[in-house]
């Protein structure tokens, strides 16, 4: 069964500095993994998924996001964020060949201040 | 495009009482969940259907109930409400394959007094 990690639950940063959220998940098999992002009350919306291929991904927004299967790891990046990027992050891991059931993490509160 | 649609958005219960809570997708999409989000928790399914006329138990199955009406509708009853089941609730659908990502209703949040 996969297992995801999201090691930070708050992350103040102040406006135009950069971030990085982090996510590490733990699978026997190969995976799939997610970043989604949810406004307040909102649902969770797509940020940007690495499925296969390039191990560094990239949403329309600025964020990108690397994948490293040696350090099972899926961190989320921005070099410059804005006032409107505050809302909540889940990381998400789909085993390939398993149950389509997500894990999702605990979710990291980006707080972005002026 | 509506996507998924959760209602009612918001509703204050007693204890004891029952409600249902709708979703309807307009994706085709074969899968269907319900979670919970409590604060500090993050997403705790409840129920899923891998597809129309299947429905299996999640991770937090106990007090509630689910029906997969037909390929576009995927309710959550509470047959008696208490104050631990006080969260938002949301419903999701995919297509068939893990390596979609999930859709997501607006949530429903409810109250149990």
């Known amino acids: 069964a996969q297992s995801v990690t999201q090691l930070d639950s708050q992350v103040p940063v102040f406006e135009e500095a950069p971030v990085e959220l982090r996510c590490n998940y733990s699978s026997s098999v190969s995976v799939y993994l997610f970043w989604y992002v949810q406004y307040p009350n909102q649902g969770l919306q797509l940020l940007l998924k690495y499925l296969s291929g390039s191990t560094l991904v990239e949403s329309i927004n600025g964020f990108e996001a690397e994948f490293n299967k040696s350090q099972t790891s899926f961190h989320l990046r921005k070099p410059s964020v804005h006032i409107s990027d505050t809302a909540e992050y889940f990381c998400?891991?789909?085993?390939?060949?398993?149950?389509?059931?997500?894990?999702f993490g605990r979710g990291t509160s980006l707080i972005v201040h002026p | 495009n509506a996507g998924v649609t959760q209602t009612p958005k918001f509703q204050v219960l007693k204890t004891g009482q029952s409600m249902t809570l709708q979703c309807a997708q307009d994706m085709n999409h074969n899968s269907m969940y319900w979670y919970r989000q409590d604060p500090g928790m993050g997403l705790r399914l409840i129920y899923y259907?891998?597809?129309?006329?299947?429905?299996d138990k999640g991770e937090v199955p106990n007090g509630y109930n689910v029906s997969r009406l037909n390929k576009r509708e995927f309710s959550l009853r509470l047959e008696s409400a208490a104050p631990s089941q006080t969260s938002v609730y949301f419903c999701a659908s995919m297509t068939t394959g893990g390596n979609q990502p999930q859709h997501f209703g607006d949530g429903t949040r409810l109250s149990i007094l």
């Open positions: 998400a891991v789909s085993e390939q060949g398993g149950s389509y059931i997500p894990t």
């Open positions: 259907s891998a597809s129309e006329g299947t429905t």
